[in-house]
Each structure stands twice: as C-alpha cells, then as structure tokens.
C-alpha cells in the first residue's frame, strides 16, 4: 500500500495554480457571510468572453460545466429527443436518462470507436438536442470538424451541444461559430486546464436560440471560487505552461506504455484509455492506493482511463500495472 | 508448397433449427427428417469453398461423399478422398476421418457443423493441429467457430498466407436440457485456430441475473409492451430479456424458443419455420422480437434458426425489433447476422436500433 493515494481517476491537473490565485481564493474566504457581488460576476463573465472570443452576453456562468449541462438537458429535451454518442461524459447520460422523452445513442465500437457521421445526421430527422462531448470522455477522440458541426446547425430542429471541457488540451473549439449559428451552444470548465477542480467554475458559451431560456440562470458563485477563477483568468500564462507539461507528460507515457506492449490509444485529453486483458485492474490498483476509472460498464469490459499525473505518480502507475500485468501473465501460464 | 487442408462436413448438423428442434445430436436427426428439415451444411459448405480466393495455394483432403468429397469436386481445387463412411453418418465418422486426416500429416482441418461437431474434432485432434470451424450448426455456441462461412474463407486464406494460433473454447451444451428451455454449458476443451480475431465469434456469455440486469430488462419489457399493437403479430425470440416482455404481459414464454403474441394473447408457442409461415397467412402485420446473443451479439442465425432467411425476408428489416440490456449491449463491438443466406444478411448492414431501456434506444452496427 502506497503512503499517499494517487487520483489517477478524475482527470485533475496535478498542479496547484499558482499563489496569486490561491491568495485571491483566500480572499474570497474573509468574506464567507457574503453573496458574491454582482459586478465580480460581471467581470468574470467578461475576462471568460474575451478568452472565448464572444460577447459577454453569450456567457452563461455555473457551478461546474456538469450542473450546466443538466441544466441544459432539463430545459431543452421538454420537446425533443436527446442524441448523444455512446460512451459519454457520463454525468451528462445519466441527466438525460433522467429528462430525456427518448434517448437515443449512436455506439462508438471498441477497437477504432469511429462515429458514422452519416447515422448521426439521419437520426436528426426530429426536433433534438443534440450533445456530444468533444473530445470525448473517455475515448478522448476529437471526432467534429467545421463542415461537419456546420452541416448539423444548418438544420434550426437541431439544438447542439459541444461540450469542450478538455480544449485547452484538443486545441479544438468551435465557439467563434456561435455568431452565425443560434442554436449552438458550447460549455466549458475551468476545473482542468485552470487547475481550479476544488472551484467549480464552469461556463456556457450560448448561441441566441439558448440564451432566453438559460438567461434566467444566474448563480451566485462562492466568493472563493469566483475570486479564484477571476484572478485566473486575469494569469492565464500557469494554465498554458501546465497544459504543455501534461501534453509532453502524456506524449512520454503513452511510449512507455506503448514500448511495454501495452494496448494503449492516443488522445487529444489530459488522460489515456487502455484496453487491458487484466480482469479488475482498477480495482486491485485502488487496494495498492492508485486510482484509476473502470470502464467496463462504458465501453466494454478491459477498458480503464488514467488520468496524467505528475511524472513520478505516472510512474509508480506504470509500474504497479506492470506487476500485476506479470502476474496475471504469470497466472494464465500455469 | 501447397497446404494440406482437411474437410470434414456433418452432413445432418444444423437440421433440426427451421424445425424448432434446438439440435440435430442422436435421434433428433431422424425426428428433424419427419418435420421436413432440410439439409443446410452443403450451401454453407459452398459458401465457405466459393469465397477461398487461394484455391490453387491449397490441396484438400476430405472425407467421402456427403461428408466432404461431394462438395469439393465441384471446385477446381486439387482434391484427395481420405477413409470410409456409414451410410448413416454418425459422430463416430467424423472422429475416425478426423484422426485419418491427422496422421495423413494435413496442416490444418476444417468442419462444417455445430457445437456437437466441434467436440468430435476435438476427441480426435485436440490440440496436435490447428482447425477452422464453419458455423452450420443449431448451437453454434463456441468461441471456435468463424463469424460465417464467408469468415472461414477469410480464416484460411490468411492462414495459407501465415498467421499465428489461438485457443479456443468448445463448449458442451447439454442438448436435452436445451430441449427444456435451460441452456447449460460447460468448457469441454480448446482447439487450436489461425488466429484472425474479427472473423473469429466470442463464445456465448450467460446473461447477467444482477437486480440492475433485470431492472435494466423490466424497463425494456415495460417500453415493447406500451408501444405493442393490438393489430400486430409480435413474433418474440429466445431469452431473458425477450421473456421480460411475456412476464410484463402475464404470459408465458418459451424461454429458448421461438413464441407467437397477438392481442396480449399466446397464438404460438415454440414455433418452428413452418409454424411461423401458417401463422402468416392470417396474420398480416408482423413483427419480430430479439435480443443479441449474449459475448457475441448474433440477433440473427445463433440460437434462433427458426427465423430462417424466409421468414425474416417476409418480415422485413423495418418490422424487426432488436432488445437488449446495457450490460449486454456495451459488452458487444457490434452486432452480428449469419442467417445461411447472405442476401438476407446484408439487408442488416449497416445499422440498427436496440431499445436498451425505457424510452432508450442505442445505434449499432450490424456485421455478416
């Protein structure tokens, strides 16, 4: 057993953010018998408008992009299915299960998880709230191009939305489309790149055709958390640094893993999916204290995501893998 | 060098499945014969031999007559006829050819038959030599066997070219409790296959008794019997997940066989073909009712041979309803169709809807 558990399961960014913003966090604590001002809100509506390069006016602001998300599920399926595509960001299905009046999924199939664009057109023959996590958790594949997201939003019975959580590691957006295209939405986390998890802060970045019914959404954010994200976005420079970091870190494991033999797919996210023939790998990893996500019941079982860590934490991963990969061969031989 | 390739056909293998009879083992060849059931292995066997693409790279050793050489010497394929048979062929046949074959030095043997044929070849050969197994069978229930006929051809063509081995499993399906509506398995052995992993099926996984499993099939059940006709024939496959809907309408189901509902009542219980076309003719609206196969995902041509190429044809692909539960559904890369005609499979290419929940609906892929 380890001393320290390592969370390799939440697809955290290892690194603190830097003092300033833990000070700005502090801050927000002194005034804990507070609501949030209005004008603070304001500002981080504005600095998260001009990072995305939209209006203010099209940035909705929530308590995690996965609350967003629901949000947006409970207001939007009232009269349409919900397309998605299977697996999901899984906090995201389990909202539509709950609201949707039909669900429909398109499987993305092991081993190459391609989507047939053709399919998913065609079953946007309806009024539908189409959502698609893009890159994908947990394939962590980018599968929307331009033409592709431009060819659904020409449809107006179509409401589409992108979730982008992991951009600052795809590099992939398409918020600039949001001007032309109203029934586009695109939702965002400054729980990842940020390193601002234990925050909360997540943001809709909203065409016309979402913005008069999720106008009336307006949170009051902890102080500490909007204190944070402010001076975070104020310091963007800590993010990109990091992102380099975990992109390098990820590019160094993945050849690790690869050279080891290990089934090991590439992806535009800050975590790697493996396909292993390990059975309950996650969970004999979790009894040693480093946790990792199963997901038999998203995939199919043997497949599990790691998230990038600091490079030592990748590093007992790596090897803990390996001894019960050397196990489990050691076993099967006999 | 030319390969030395054995062939062995069951000749009766398969019979029993148009006729609802779940096998062909023992005496339940000759009741298959007074049903009608017609033979099935020589189109599979023609199948398998049209699509070798290196026919001049192989040199066939088979069996006599029906068991092999009939099949053969249709195709410009070098060809020597090993051994005697019965008359009546029985599994003694296929294991005394099998062992002639082996110790005649061939590379690699191939059968035509089901998960009975699969045993035979395996008290011959074991694991002295690697086989391809062509599915033909009622139970076709082993991991050994090829996806089709057509994926056998597959199979050989990359063996001939060189692929690496893999054990397989056979299973021992217990053919009188199948009659019962109870499928017990258990490993009976492995046999050693080129190992060319898409065109290899996974063995049938048992379905998952978990609360969440059979929550998951009530929720299923609930959704088919809302949406249910009354001006409808629903014809309702094998399995727990189809039985679901018979327990949500208070019937009851033959749970390995194929079952007739129209207006919330049982009009046919245990069809096979010819019960399934009588019906037709008073019942003009019609649906089918199935569920994948658990490991493997066959909605068509495993387990249900009843729903022959006929059947499903005068069905129609749009009138078909596919169910499954999650577990199921996400442990399966895709689904699959082998029916013995391949006009009808590819009428599935492509992809299908699988109600996986209430008011939930999954998109997969459908492969021959």
Redesign the interface.
């Known amino acids: 057993m380890l001393k320290e558990t390592i969370k390799l399961n939440m697809n955290e960014m290892p690194y603190l953010p830097p003092e300033k913003v833990i000070a700005a966090a502090e801050k927000g604590l002194l005034e804990l018998n507070r609501y949030t001002n209005p004008e603070d809100l304001e500002l981080l509506r504005e600095l998260l408008a001009e990072y995305s390069g939209v209006n203010k006016e099209n940035i909705i602001l929530g308590p995690g992009s996965d609350l967003l998300l629901r949000e947006i599920v409970q207001i939007f399926s009232r009269n349409r299915k919900i397309v998605m595509l299977s697996p999901s960001f899984l906090p995201t299905v389990r909202s539509a299960k709950q609201f949707a009046n039909k669900l429909v999924s398109i499987r993305l199939s092991p081993p190459d998880f391609k989507l047939n664009q053709e399919v998913l057109i065609n079953e946007l023959n309806e009024a539908s709230l189409l959502i698609i996590d893009n890159p994908n958790n947990p394939t962590g594949k980018v599968f929307l191009d331009r033409e592709t997201v431009g060819s659904i939003l020409k449809d107006e019975n179509v409401l589409f939305v992108i979730d982008e959580a992991y951009y600052e590691f795809s590099g992939v957006t398409f918020a600039d489309m949001i001007k032309d295209c109203p029934n586009l939405a695109i939702t965002r986390s400054m729980d990842k790149a940020f390193s601002l998890a234990g925050a909360r802060i997540g943001y809709i970045i909203a065409g016309n055709s979402f913005l008069k019914e999720l106008s009336s959404f307006y949170i009051y954010l902890p102080q500490s958390s909007l204190y944070a994200a402010r001076e975070a976005m104020k310091n963007p420079g800590y993010m990109r640094n990091n992102i380099e970091k975990i992109v390098e870190e990820k590019e160094r494991v993945w050849k690790k893993l690869h050279k080891l033999k290990v089934n090991v797919y590439r992806t535009s996210t800050n975590f790697l999916l493996i396909k292993t023939e390990i059975p309950d790998i996650a969970g004999m990893l979790k009894d040693i204290g480093v946790l990792i996500s199963d997901l038999s019941n998203q995939i199919s079982p043997g497949f599990i995501r790691v998230s990038i860590g600091k490079p030592e934490e990748n590093d007992i991963f790596i090897k803990e893998y390996m001894n019960f990969f050397d196990l489990f061969n050691h076993n099967s031989e006999k | 060098m030319k390969k030395i390739i054995g062939l062995i056909v069951n000749p009766v293998a398969g019979m029993g499945g148009s006729v609802g009879l779940k096998g062909t083992d023992g005496e339940m060849f000759k009741k298959s014969l007074g049903l009608g059931a017609k033979t099935v292995t020589p189109a599979r066997t023609k199948d398998f031999l049209t699509h070798i693409k290196n026919k001049q790279e192989i040199i066939i050793y088979t069996a006599p007559g029906k068991m092999g050489e009939e099949h053969v010497k249709t195709f410009d394929i070098q060809l020597e006829v090993i051994g005697t048979i019965n008359e009546e062929t029985t599994a003694e046949d296929s294991k005394k050819i099998a062992l002639d074959m082996l110790n005649s030095g061939i590379d690699l043997l191939i059968f035509v038959g089901g998960d009975g044929t699969a045993r035979d070849i395996y008290d011959a050969v074991d694991s002295k030599i690697p086989v391809i197994a062509v599915p033909s069978g009622v139970k076709v229930f082993s991991s050994v066997f090829a996806v089709s006929a057509r994926a056998a051809a597959e199979i050989l063509d990359a063996f001939i070219k060189g692929t690496d081995v893999t054990e397989e499993e056979v299973l021992d399906i217990d053919e009188s409790a199948f009659r019962k509506g109870k499928l017990a398995s258990r490993l009976y052995g492995s046999l050693l296959v080129p190992n060319v992993r898409n065109f290899l099926q996974a063995g049938k996984e048992a379905s998952s008794t978990s609360s969440s499993s059979i929550e998951n099939k009530k929720d299923v059940a609930q959704y088919i019997v809302e949406g249910m006709d009354h001006e409808i024939l629903y014809l309702l496959g094998p399995g727990t997940t189809v039985k679901a809907v018979t327990d949500e309408l208070k019937l009851n189901k033959t749970l390995l066989g194929i079952d007739a509902v129209f207006d919330g009542e049982v009009v046919g219980a245990d069809l096979n073909e010819k019960g399934i076309l009588e019906l037709f003719k008073k019942y003009k609206k019609k649906k089918i009712v199935v569920t994948p196969l658990g490991g493997n995902g066959f909605i068509f041509g495993r387990g249900n041979k009843q729903f022959t190429p006929e059947v499903i044809k005068k069905i129609g692909k749009e009138n078909i309803i596919v169910i499954g539960t999650?577990?199921k559904?996400?442990?399966?890369?895709?689904l699959r169709v082998d029916t013995g005609n391949f006009e009808v499979d590819e009428l599935f290419l492509?992809?299908i809807?699988v109600i996986i929940?209430y008011?939930?609906?999954?998109?997969?892929?459908v492969k021959c």
């Open positions: 999650k577990d559904v996400n442990s399966l890369g895709c492509g992809y809807k929940g008011k939930e609906e999954m998109l997969m892929e």
